[in-house]
């Protein structure tokens, strides 16, 4: 009986062992493909350390990823997978409005995570990428250990009231030139152009750089200003009325606000949400606009790999 006994504790202690190793082995780096409702879209792992997953999620909406390349440094930890969401960058690109909705972008970060075979990971949004990380968590948060919120607009309302505020301190010029067109609806005049370039300069990135220069080149415009509007500062889409403030209380994982020292997602605006996610913090990048892993990278990846590593011990 006893023999039997030692038999099978030692059939259970190797299943569980197994079932541990196939848990935490690491995804491997490389790129590729998967299919998604309207066409494919294109993914990135860099890393191949042991610790749980980041899966980041780019802005815009149709600004692609590669803006957030310098988080590959967080790749020593784990694997860092990054991806381009249908319609922009190395995805498939498209002008089918009906794909454009955020229940469909929520699916296409579904089908990855399933085709990855992620049974647990962190969640990392940018901007745009914030709503989206916040509605499909509220679908699926089953597999979601944490989450990352930069420079998050979880607010229309609350993102277009900053966006007034920003624009008080610009040159008197470059107000009046926001102010005439957005009445006039003339948003592809060269002096709105030029407003919205000094309003950028100011707000999202202090110091653009190639990879900034990538994502603008791989943008869908279609598919931002049908989404969100012509401008960062005039949401005129079907985002105009977004508003998750009222859920962010059912955000049960530990979640880590981020914002620029000058974003455009304003620290207090940020802080308000932050306030509203129990147990939830909050980290002001220095010298920052809304593109903090651009603006000031080390504090930006720094303040990332303390929290994940926090969590973690």
């Avoid at 998604?36 to 993914?43: E, L, S, T």
């Avoid at 220095?286 to 720094?302: C, F, R, V, W, Y």
Wanted: proline fraction near 5%.
């Amino acid at each position: 009986m006893k023999i039997i006994s030692s038999v099978f504790y030692s059939l259970l202690l190797i299943v569980m062992l197994t079932t541990a190793c196939e848990k935490k082995q690491a995804l491997k780096s490389g790129k590729g493909f998967i299919p998604v409702n309207g066409g494919k879209v294109w993914y990135k792992i860099v890393g191949e350390g042991g610790e749980t997953p980041l899966l980041l999620l780019h802005g815009g909406p149709g600004v692609p990823s590669y803006y957030l390349n310098p988080l590959e440094a967080l790749g020593a930890d784990r694997p860092i997978i990054f991806f381009d969401q249908l319609g922009c960058g190395r995805s498939d690109h498209h002008a089918d409005t009906t794909l454009m909705t955020v229940d469909h972008f929520v699916e296409q970060v579904e089908e990855l995570r399933k085709n990855l075979k992620l049974d647990e990971f962190y969640l990392y949004g940018s901007s745009w990428g914030t709503m989206l990380g916040v509605d499909y968590y509220l679908k699926y948060p089953q597999a979601i250990k944490g989450m990352i919120l930069s420079s998050p607009c979880l607010s229309a309302e609350l993102w277009s009231r900053d966006a007034d505020t920003l624009i008080t301190m610009l040159p008197d010029s470059i107000q009046v030139a926001i102010r005439t067109n957005t009445k006039n609806g003339t948003f592809d005049s060269p002096d709105y152009l030029q407003a919205s370039e000094v309003y950028y300069q100011n707000f999202v990135v202090r110091n653009p750089s190639a990879d900034v220069d990538s994502s603008f080149a791989g943008m869908n415009a279609a598919l931002y200003t049908y989404m969100w509007g012509p401008s960062e500062f005039t949401a005129t889409g079907t985002l105009k009325n977004y508003d998750q403030t009222n859920r962010l209380k059912d955000i049960a994982v530990p979640t880590l606000f981020i914002a620029g020292e000058f974003d455009e997602a304003r620290p207090s605006t940020v802080q308000y949400y932050q306030s509203l996610v129990p147990g939830s913090r909050f980290a002001v990048m220095k010298k920052s606009g809304h593109l903090t892993m651009q603006d000031n990278p080390e504090q930006d990846i720094a303040t990332i790999r303390n929290f994940l590593q926090e969590l973690e011990r």
